[in-house]
């Protein structure tokens, strides 16, 4: 069986910056006092297991975090409310967003001090999206797919500007953004907000699925840009299966065929890809 990896495969630089934050605050761990995650700092079970071992809390509330404590931002980031709620209670915070997801958020809080009306493509109850939403001051419409935006009801009086969640596909956003001119029939500012390294990876899976019979996809299952790489995947003609480990392969299935694709999201270990790829490779 011949094995094609893509390049882009695992770790983005956000996630190793996070990664490597949270590293440095363990190697002085004697200095911050119990040391928690506001939700996994990434979106990786096998990741988030290792540090629990490590004395890593994961806190999902932050009004569970003792004063005196260290909180460490996830990479996605959070609500500017959760921020500043945890200064003032008297908690360290030691910011590991990412500085895509931090420019993100810039970028709409100018918009939304002019007064305009962000339309986000994102997911609803991703945490980023969370984050972003909290400096859309003056509001904001939240929609993951072209046809939801169709069934949405804008007001006609406001002017809007158009973003999007770092992870989503760009070709999609390509197709909202041309919706949005028909159905606005107004110029409207549209913030490029995509990441490079999702709109690369997703290409590459994309040109990868052209030249195999099958993809695997590893990363974990709540990663929005790891369930998007299977999808662009299918979308491209392939067939796809996305596991977080490569115990969850199914190995019967996989020896038919003669050449796999093999790519991973941007929170998933070179560890875990490693070992993925070499099941695949004995079989």
Do not use: W
């Not at 540090?51 to 909180?71: I, K, N």
């Not at 099958?214 to 796809?240: D, H, I, P």
Request: aromatic share 4%; hydrophobic share 40%.
């Amino acid at each position: 069986m011949e094995i094609l990896r893509a390049e882009t495969a695992g770790f983005c630089m956000g996630v190793d910056l996070a990664l490597r934050k949270l590293e440095a605050i363990l190697r002085e761990a004697d200095q911050h006092g119990p040391i928690h995650t506001l939700g996994p700092i990434i979106h990786n079970p096998q990741v988030m297991a290792e540090y629990a071992e490590r004395g890593v809390l994961r806190t999902d509330d932050p009004e569970d975090v003792a004063p005196g404590s260290t909180v460490v931002i996830r990479a996605h980031g959070v609500p500017r409310s959760v921020r500043e709620s945890l200064a003032t209670r008297g908690v360290r915070v030691m910011d590991a967003t990412c500085p895509r997801v931090r420019t993100a958020q810039r970028l709409i809080a100018k918009q939304a001090e002019k007064g305009r009306i962000l339309l986000l493509f994102g997911e609803q109850d991703h945490p980023e999206v969370k984050g972003l939403l909290s400096h859309a001051s003056a509001g904001a419409f939240v929609f993951d797919s072209p046809e939801r935006l169709k069934e949405m009801d804008l007001p006609a009086g406001p002017e809007f500007f158009l973003a999007a969640q770092t992870t989503q596909d760009r070709e999609e956003f390509t197709i909202i953004q041309d919706l949005l001119k028909n159905r606005l029939d107004r110029d409207f500012p549209v913030l490029s907000t995509i990441c490079d390294a999702t709109m690369k990876r997703q290409q590459e899976a994309i040109e990868l699925a052209g030249l195999v019979d099958y993809m695997v996809v590893v990363g974990g299952f709540e990663s929005g840009n790891t369930r998007r790489l299977a999808q662009v995947a299918r979308s491209a003609g392939a067939s796809c299966v996305h596991v977080e480990t490569a115990d969850q392969l199914p190995l019967n299935e996989l020896r038919a065929f003669g050449r796999i694709g093999l790519t991973a999201g941007a929170s998933t270990p070179k560890k875990i890809i490693d070992r993925v790829h070499s099941v695949l490779a004995s079989l």
